[in-house]
């Protein structure tokens, strides 16, 4: 049988040019999927990104490393970046999905050059393709989540790593220094990355018997993976407490029965039935569609058939170290903590897929016309792909309503109108506690305002001055009640949504 190191490439009659035409076109639609609407799709913004956002407001030079707690999913590189997007952009919505964006679309590429180093082109070109446009990885890129990074360091680390590993010259191991720094800074999930690139870098020293030489640019790469790794412990050092209630705060399984079932529902979650929660999926849809399923499971299959070649074992190993988060997740399945298998789950579809066109080639040799029809037919399947990750992000995903609540449009908007209000009236946004964060993220520093609970609105001290409450609709009917109560005569307004037209929030203004 013919291998996929001995077929043509694809779109030979381009010459020369074709890898550059090829690359070209896959950065513009990693770009358009990553970057279009970015400011206003999610149309709204989480919780989760607005305590970031007010975190990396609050670093200074006298205050330059960041807390470790549950809300930052203890990064402290994701702090760091979004405090230098903050600082540049301002502290709106656009400055916290920056970085998610950036490296969503740096991912795209990543995930090429590693699966061709690993695997061959004819597998990395598919891959790299698919995951531009699959509603999983769009998704994850446009989330202003840290987990979007970790989809760039699991394929930087594993290509940099094989790039010093063949050629250990100071440029390639440098290189990998920088990104298991990188990795072990970014919280649990690049902890873990880490440990996986660490483990396969020893297993394979080991093999070779190499494991104790240390010429310079090895010393060099370590040198600086171990400056990570002592921020890091510096870090962990002063935030112990936190780092004791890790598993709490972020919500670890721990029961061995409910691990079982998890495991079953993250196995399902790519080819039935898909996250639940629509800040990281639309209403239970498979992670991936049909025709990408289908690869996944032809190149797990091919895979596990040539496990006597490493770089199979090596595939197979890092899918199964990149699933464990997924299994102990809160809430399975939850792509969220899934996001580091994600690369590793399209090389495997670039691997279905370059297989399938081995066969069809392997079965017309010569004959140029079938040969063009099996890859037309695979280009037609992923421009498919295309249109209907297009359709599924920008029209179903922006058009649902429980998005739009997901990410907090009330609040938003209500926040987004504060800066525009000119009146001289003391200002108040009651909102739940976890709704709290996006508005002050939105209005940091904004002056005459406070941001209170409806047990804080409770006590709040009565006066005559003119006031102007903020409402969200979370919060309306025990918060008008007591402003009634305690502000007699003031006036409720309503105020809608541009989508749906519902009512999101209220202002009510007393002492005019």
Same mark, same amino acid.
């Given at each position: ?29 990693? !770009?358009l ?19 970031v ?21 203890y ?5 760091w ?11 709106g919505?656009? !400055?916290?999905r ?17 699966i061709r180093?690993?695997i ?6 598919p ?32 290509w ?23 990795? $072990? ?5 690049g ?5 996986a ?7 394979m ?12 640019p090895?010393?060099v ?17 002063? =935030?112990l ?9 972020i ?18 979650m ?9 800040r990281?999926?639309l ?22 058939s040539r496990l006597h070649?490493?770089?199979?074992q090596?595939?197979? +190993?890092?899918l199964?170290i ?10 399975v399945? =939850? ?21 399938? $066109?081995?066969?069809?080639?392997t ?12 890859l ?9 792909s ?18 739009y609540? !997901?990410?907090?449009e ?17 200002r ?5 506690a ?6 002050q ?10 941001? +209170?609970t409806?047990?804080?609105?409770q006590v709040l ?21 007591t ?14 949504s ?15």
């Open positions: 049988m013919a291998t996929l190191t001995k077929l043509e490439p694809p779109f030979a009659w381009m010459g020369r040019y074709w890898t550059t035409v090829g690359l070209v076109g896959l950065a513009l639609l990693a !770009a999927f990553r970057f279009y609407q970015l400011g206003g799709l999610p149309p709204g913004l989480d919780e989760t990104s607005a305590r956002g007010l975190e990396a407001l609050s670093l200074s030079p006298t205050h330059l490393f960041p807390n470790l707690n549950g809300f930052d999913g990064a402290p590189l994701w702090v970046l979004q405090a230098a997007s903050v600082h540049v952009f301002g502290h919505i656009l !400055a916290l920056f970085w998610s964006a950036i490296a969503g679309f740096l991912a795209v590429g990543a995930t090429w050059l590693w180093d690993w061959g082109p004819r597998a990395a070109w891959a790299a393709f698919l995951m531009a446009v699959c509603p999983w990885a769009v998704t994850t890129a446009r989330s202003g989540l840290g987990t979007a990074l970790i989809t760039f360091l699991v394929p930087a680390t594993l940099l790593g094989t790039r010093a590993w063949r050629a250990p010259k100071l440029g390639w191991w440098a290189g990998l220094g920088v990104v298991v720094a990188a990795d $072990l800074l970014s919280g649990p999930l902890l873990l990355v880490a440990l690139a660490a483990g396969l870098g020893i297993w020293m080991v093999a070779h018997h190499d494991l104790t030489k240390f010429p310079r090895k010393l790469g370590t040198g600086i993976a171990a400056v990570g790794l002592a921020v890091l412990g510096y870090l962990v050092g002063v =935030n407490s936190a780092i004791k209630a890790l598993p709490s705060a919500g670890i399984v721990s029961n061995w029965t409910t691990i079982g079932t998890n495991i079953v529902k993250v196995l399902l790519f080819n039935v039935h898909g996250d639940e929660n629509y990281h999926n209403s239970g849809e498979p992670l991936l569609n049909a025709f990408v399923g289908l690869m996944l499971v032809a190149g797990l299959l091919v895979s596990i070649q490493h770089r199979y090596r595939l197979i +190993i890092m199964g990149f699933l464990v988060p997924a299994f102990v997740a809160p809430n399945p =939850n792509s969220s903590w899934a996001a580091a298998v994600l690369p590793v789950v399209f090389a495997l579809v670039g691997v279905g897929t370059a297989y399938m $066109l081995e066969l069809w080639y079965t017309f040799p010569v004959n140029s016309a079938a040969r063009a029809t099996g037309g037919a695979i280009a037609i399947l992923i421009g498919l295309t249109l209907q990750g297009y359709t599924q992000y920008f029209h179903a995903y922006a058009g649902s309503s429980a998005v609540t !997901a990410f907090n009330g609040t938003t908007q209500l926040a987004l109108r504060l800066p525009n209000d000119k009146s001289k009236a003391d108040f946004v009651v909102a739940p976890d709704q709290l964060p996006v508005a993220y939105l209005n940091y520093n904004q002056p005459h305002t406070q941001f +209170i409806t047990a804080q609105l001290p009565i006066a005559a001055s003119h006031r102007l409450f903020y409402i969200t609709a979370a919060s309306r009917d025990e918060a008008v009640t402003l009634k109560a305690k502000f007699p005569g003031g006036t409720l307004e309503p105020h809608y541009d989508f749906n037209l519902v009512e999101i929030y209220y202002t009510y203004e007393v002492g005019q």
